[in-house]
């Protein structure tokens, strides 16, 4: 039975003798724009799909190696106080670890004001010549630099799908890129 309540017809085995190669009549266009119709009602494309997807192919085009997610803590992990906060200020921060052979990535997430999200992050290494990225779909990369003690922020980013690239000497490997996450 169709998707309308109608019966279809049934085909014989004698009637599957078409082949790919034969051009498509009206009767195959009318099946494919129905079919399309069924696809988009029970499994429609999300609204973002599309700059996602060329999210996803400009950070593979930047060929850096993937860390490895090893570690996330639960929203509001360190809080001292079970108290509410005052009404407006952020409440929210979360840590995720990442590791890629030696190089350990640690990053608290927390919320600002005005929807904001704070990223403040830690490279296990003590160097200062590495160069941390923070790529968003849609916009340009933000760029700052970890300082002798590994350490780096990002003090006011819009939430949404973000990936931090570090960029390290090549002697130490070339660049490494996070997953993508949700801030």
């Given at each position: 039975?169709?998707?309308?309540?109608?019966?279809?017809?049934?085909?014989?085995?004698?009637?599957?003798?078409?082949?790919?190669a034969?051009?498509?009549?009206?009767?195959?266009?009318?099946?494919?724009?129905?079919?399309?119709?069924?696809?988009?009602?029970?499994?429609?494309?999300?609204?973002?799909?599309?700059?996602?997807?060329?999210?996803?192919?400009?950070?593979?085009?930047?060929?850096a190696?993937?860390?490895?997610?090893?570690?996330?803590?639960?929203?509001?992990?360190?809080?001292?106080?079970?108290?509410?906060?005052?009404?407006?200020?952020?409440?929210?921060?979360?840590?995720?670890?990442?590791?890629?052979?030696?190089?350990?990535?640690m990053?608290?997430?927390?919320?600002?004001?005005a929807?904001?999200?704070?990223?403040?992050?830690w490279?296990?290494?003590?160097?200062?010549?590495?160069?941390?990225?923070?790529?968003?779909?849609?916009?340009?990369?933000?760029?700052?630099?970890?300082?002798?003690?590994?350490?780096?922020?990002?003090?006011?980013?819009?939430?949404?799908?973000?990936?931090?690239?570090?960029?390290?000497?090549?002697?130490?490997?070339?660049?490494?890129?996070?997953?993508?996450?949700?801030?």
């Amino acid at each position: 039975m169709g998707l309308n309540g109608q019966d279809l017809p049934e085909i014989r085995d004698d009637e599957l003798t078409l082949s790919p190669a034969e051009p498509m009549d009206d009767a195959d266009r009318a099946v494919l724009a129905h079919l399309a119709e069924v696809a988009s009602l029970l499994d429609p494309m999300p609204d973002d799909l599309v700059e996602r997807s060329l999210f996803a192919a400009t950070l593979a085009g930047l060929e850096a190696e993937v860390m490895e997610v090893v570690q996330l803590s639960d929203t509001a992990a360190g809080v001292r106080s079970a108290t509410a906060p005052a009404e407006g200020a952020p409440t929210e921060a979360r840590t995720i670890s990442f590791t890629h052979g030696d190089l350990t990535l640690m990053i608290q997430l927390s919320a600002e004001r005005a929807g904001r999200i704070r990223v403040d992050g830690w490279i296990a290494v003590s160097t200062p010549s590495y160069t941390v990225e923070l790529h968003r779909p849609g916009t340009a990369p933000e760029v700052t630099e970890a300082d002798e003690d590994g350490r780096f922020s990002f003090p006011a980013v819009q939430p949404g799908a973000a990936s931090l690239i570090v960029r390290r000497p090549e002697a130490d490997g070339g660049a490494v890129s996070t997953p993508v996450i949700e801030l």
